[in-house]
């Protein structure tokens, strides 16, 4: 088969190219997101463990509760246990 019949597609080296090049992409995008979820659920654990203690439980507790709440943001956590 001659290369000029050859589609870019079933050329293994230039499939790997072309992922290449998107990888930064993925990796700047999926970084951001990363740090959006990280961001909100900070901000989310500091208003339950505002409206517990608001809510009459002390602070000690509030703050278990709140460590067990903010615990299932943890995406790295997460990933390392499923594996």
């Known amino acids: 088969m001659a290369k000029s019949d050859q589609r870019i597609g079933h050329d293994p080296v230039q499939l ?3 992922i290449m090049s998107y990888l930064p992409v993925i990796l700047l995008k999926s970084g951001t997101a990363w740090l959006s979820f ?3 659920a900070k901000k989310g654990g500091k208003t339950f463990q505002k409206e517990l203690i608001k809510q009459g439980l002390d602070k000690e507790m509030a703050m278990q509760f709140t460590k067990d709440y903010t615990s299932s943001s943890n995406l790295v956590k997460i990933l390392l246990n499923r594996f």
Do not use: G, L
């Open 38 to 40: 990280k961001r909100q």
């Open 16 to 18: 790997m190219a072309r």
